[in-house]
């Protein structure tokens, strides 16, 4: 089954301690799309400005992502800046342009209203309740949000809750959403909020599933080991496009389909790690993709 | 088979933002020698003072810990005063007493020589290595090891790792030890100091276990999830004893036992966390442990 993916397009600006990058195809819908891209039909919801360079659009267009729902607004697209310190676990963001996203109402095709999967990326709660509110009774919906969102517009984040099915957020995330430091307690009154489901990210520590407590839903899994990381930008919203694409490729969400996509997503993820922007991510072949995978279950494998 | 460790043996004063307990049993040797006695026959090595409280040795005796090698020494107990920052995962030592450990020479039973297993708790390499030398062709050595010593005692440590087989240290202490601060690479760097395995405990967040290369020997798994943790002092020493004990259970040393011996390592660390000193230890039954066994293993279950 087909997948929405709504979130920001964005041309980046990138610098490690090892690399600087400039005019990067960057943003949460565009890590996300590609992800989603291995597994599943990809529709694509967002804005980008006049100047978008087209070999970025041929890029997305390659993975076969469908473009009706992307804008191209008067103006600038926006524009984000950011560097990584020593151990690439912390960053700044350096500066911010919105541009046309300053403005954005995204219009969904009315064509795409039926579609069963819905991946609200990492954008403004109130952007993602837009999208939300296009689609007819979505089978299953997922939300990605950020510490900026948790910051300056909590009370829509509260009210998108309860109509998502799975929140993807990081530890420290969850903290500052809960105000619990452990991330299991903070996973347990996030589901309170709404979801059913709630995955917590923790970079290169892994991810924790939670779900129903009754029926003792809760997995676990280390990240994919990475002996050297490039770039670690987009590698959240990597995940949850994975993730979701996973699941719609299975269509029927249960247990054992959310636990291998959330695996999907670390895989994937991992590759969005090795080299900046999407470079590693459009080379990636379905083949590398089963090695990894393969590799991955012998890594976690208790046997 | 049984298993000989070496340690220290402590009173501890813990302070954490919830509590704080004074004359607890503490201890390298303490912590790692119960957590082993639920696999297999434990032979301890180590001083205490004539201070030493009964109610302690009563413990150690009702584990089954055979304490012939446990010297009595004039004078005090080694005594450790520690402070857990708000998130338990930083602590400061407040002060730390040697006491009758400044002068301890480790002297082994004679008719402990030949014991098959031996696990190097965590003291000065240099007291490691002289029990080391008191073992006939031991078919097994593991070693943990800490900052302290990477830091004042680098050349005997390096002098030990060729004739150990398995190295357990956490992710800084590894980062220290290799310069290297991707654990995996860290990893990779210590199988070249002789170590034949090496563990890197990541706290919370699980352990990596790495051994040969070329036959992909690579064990990545997560923390057993606790939402809450009282005290987590000991818990590293507990991973090591329940690890050297239950490969001692086995006897044999293979690749799959290994695996299997850090997820003991890991569930009976989490019992330690649970309580402060040795107390939830003291109460864990073979039901207890056997079934949050099932529970982990259903955790980290991908499929």
């Not at 949850?240 to 719609?248: C, K, T, V």
């Not at 490729?249 to 895989?267: C, D």
């Amino acid at each position: 089954m087909s997948v929405i993916i709504v979130g920001s397009i964005a041309i980046d600006h990138v610098k490690t301690p090892a690399e600087e990058h400039h005019c990067l195809l960057g943003g949460s819908a565009s890590y996300a799309s590609v992800a989603a891209s291995f597994y599943t039909q990809v529709k694509m919801v967002g804005v980008v400005g006049t100047d978008f360079p087209p070999e970025h659009r041929s890029l997305l267009e390659a993975r076969q992502i469908d473009l009706e729902g992307l804008e191209v607004a008067e103006g600038k697209t926006f524009r984000w800046s950011g560097e990584y310190e020593q151990n690439m676990n912390r960053r700044q963001t350096l500066s911010v342009e919105l541009n046309v996203f300053e403005h954005f109402r995204p219009k969904l095709p009315s064509h795409w209203r039926a579609t069963p999967f819905l991946l609200l990326g990492n954008i403004a709660p109130s952007l993602q309740m837009d999208v939300l509110n296009q689609i007819e009774s979505p089978r299953f919906v997922l939300a990605d949000t950020m510490d900026l969102w948790i910051n300056l517009a909590k009370p829509d984040l509260l009210r998108l809750l309860p109509r998502v099915d799975m929140l993807i957020l990081n530890d420290s995330e969850a903290h500052l959403l809960t105000g619990e430091s452990n991330p299991i307690a903070a996973g347990r009154e996030i589901l309170k909020l709404g979801p059913k489901y709630v995955a917590i990210k923790k970079g290169e520590h892994g991810c924790l599933l939670l779900g129903d407590r009754e029926k003792d839903e809760f997995f676990c899994t280390s990240a994919y080991p990475l002996e050297r990381v490039a770039d670690p930008t987009g590698a959240g919203d990597s995940f949850a496009g994975a993730l979701a694409g996973a699941l719609a490729k299975e269509g029927l969400v249960n247990w054992p389909h959310l636990k291998r996509a959330v695996i999907e997503g670390t895989l994937v993820a991992s590759y969005t790690c090795e080299e900046f922007s999407l470079r590693r991510l459009v080379r990636l072949t379905e083949d590398q993709l089963r090695l990894r995978r393969e590799e991955f279950l012998r890594y976690i494998e208790p046997n």
